[in-house]
């Protein structure tokens, strides 16, 4: 069964089939027939044209479906078989109507009909043909966008699970040997720091799976993150998340602000023998997301902020899914301190 985007097609081809079956029948009646009823030019004219017309769309099926010879050859054929089948169909018309012998009708009728057939059958072939090519290019060009945007895609997931595989190891087992040591000192802080851990792991599995999850999860996955390094850093590690958006179901990318939060910790605070704190701050204004990440860390005068892991790939993932959409900015607080912005629109 023809699918209704080719139906349409056929329908529109047919209709332009008729309005050149109707132009050449009222040109013969003019200029060659005069003086005869044009119902009967209309007739052969239609006879003839919609033979073409069915032959044409058969070589469009041999060749473009079927990859059966070459498309000059298939065309020339399927357009002297229309004339065929069309005259032959006109002198059945006229011999039922008319008396018409078949030598009457190859002399004085045949030619005319397959001379503007020929005529006007050229510029339906090139129209037809160069259609289909347009429309297959187009389709081409689809089919290009989606396998590229798939390809890009693919390489965003990628990036999510290197920057997973390489991120998680030195984290795990740090955290695992500061559990060990809290069993023998804090066993209710050793308990704390397992919970927060399941529960970050949980999520960033689970959001390694999606290309999308909502910001309020991206929130709630790196709180956790921060609660297993306050435990290990202590009085030296504080920190402040405020969502301001007032949206609890907008879309976001999984493990953006997280990297960003290591970035801070690992370059800006923990160096720093008091510590700090961190704060993260959301805001959706005139359509525009505005998250801040901003610490009160070492600051960009001591190189804290490094072309890494995190930046790197939070900078690359965030241009792969919104474009020009997205910026990131990078700036130094004072008295002391970094602060990271983005700004997403939506």
């Not at 009823?37 to 017309?53: A, D, E, K, R």
Request: proline share 4%; net charge positive; with cysteine.
């Amino acid at each position: 069964m023809p699918d209704s985007h080719t139906l349409k097609h056929n329908l529109r081809y047919a209709l332009i089939t008729a309005v050149l079956n109707t132009s050449i029948a009222f040109i013969l009646s003019a200029s060659v027939y005069r003086g005869e009823p044009v119902t009967i030019q209309l007739i052969c004219s239609n006879l003839i044209g919609f033979s073409i017309f069915a032959c044409m769309r058969s070589s469009d099926f041999l060749y473009v479906r079927k990859k059966i010879g070459n498309p000059v050859i298939v065309k020339g054929i399927a357009l002297s078989l229309g004339i065929i089948i069309g005259s032959l169909s006109s002198w059945i018309y006229l011999s039922a109507t008319k008396n018409m012998t078949l030598g009457f009708f190859l002399k004085n009728v045949l030619l005319n009909f397959a001379v503007f057939g020929i005529l006007f059958g050229l510029p339906i072939v090139y129209y037809f043909s160069s259609q289909r090519e347009l429309i297959a290019s187009r389709q081409q060009v689809q089919d290009e966008k989606i396998r590229r945007l798939t390809i890009e895609k693919e390489a965003a997931m990628t990036s999510l699970r290197l920057l997973q595989a390489q991120i998680e190891p030195h984290f795990l087992f740090n955290t695992l040997s500061t559990v060990l040591s809290l069993f023998e000192t804090d066993v209710e802080k050793a308990k704390m720091m397992l919970l927060d851990l399941n529960i970050f792991l949980r999520g960033c599995l689970d959001s390694t799976r999606k290309r999308m999850i909502t910001l309020e999860k991206e929130l709630e996955i790196t709180a956790h993150y921060m609660n297993i390094f306050k435990i290990r850093m202590g009085a030296r590690l504080t920190y402040s998340i405020q969502n301001q958006t007032g949206l609890t179901d907008l879309p976001f990318p999984p493990l953006i602000i997280q990297p960003l939060v290591e970035n801070s910790i690992k370059y800006g605070l923990e160096p720093k023998p008091e510590g700090g704190t961190i704060y993260i701050s959301c805001r959706y204004m005139s359509s525009t997301l505005e998250i801040i990440i901003e610490d009160t860390g070492l600051g960009l005068e001591n190189d804290v902020v490094k072309p890494g892991i995190g930046l790197d790939n939070v900078s690359r993932r965030l241009e792969s899914i919104y474009g020009d959409n997205v910026g990131l900015f990078i700036e130094p607080v004072e008295p002391v301190g970094t602060r990271v912005t983005i700004r997403i629109k939506q």
